[in-house]
């Protein structure tokens, strides 16, 4: 077998800063590299997530906002309910009670009042003193500008009570302009 020689470099042979100069460049790249490995995994991340956003936006503008398939069938009970009621707060409560006012006199005295909203029907009841006047309040209930089509449905003479007053009914329509 034939001898190998290997030589290596005596310290007087050594060029260091030659090694030192090349590994610094080395380290440099490295750095270099690991920068524009980072700056581009952020630009990724980035579009990734700007794509997804896009993406949600635009399901959610082909999607209906409140689709009748997903409302339940007692939500949907719920909201005509909620309808309704807000139709009923919405009537001109005010001018209604107010023209009840103004056809009130001191021979007739209201105890109910059923508004019917649907068909824009008020049924009175209350006690009239006399016969004349719960004529004057069913005329006066005529006049006034908010109702129409005012009609005594019925009435009749309380005996077993010493003054005999008259227990009626009246219904009245209010106009949809007031």
Known sequence: ??????????????????????????????????????STMADITYWEAREARMAQQQQHRKLPRTPAARISQTTQQEIKLASEILHQLNLPWEKLFDSLELAASKEVALLSLQPNVASRVIRMSGEARNLTGLVAYVEALEREPVFKDTHLLNYKVRRDHPRRPIIFSVTTTWRDSY
């Open 1 to 38: 077998m034939r001898k190998l020689k290997l030589t290596f470099p005596y310290s007087g042979q050594r060029s260091a800063v030659v090694e030192y100069l090349l590994l610094a460049l080395g380290l440099l790249a490295l750095l270099a590299v690991i920068h524009q490995l980072k």
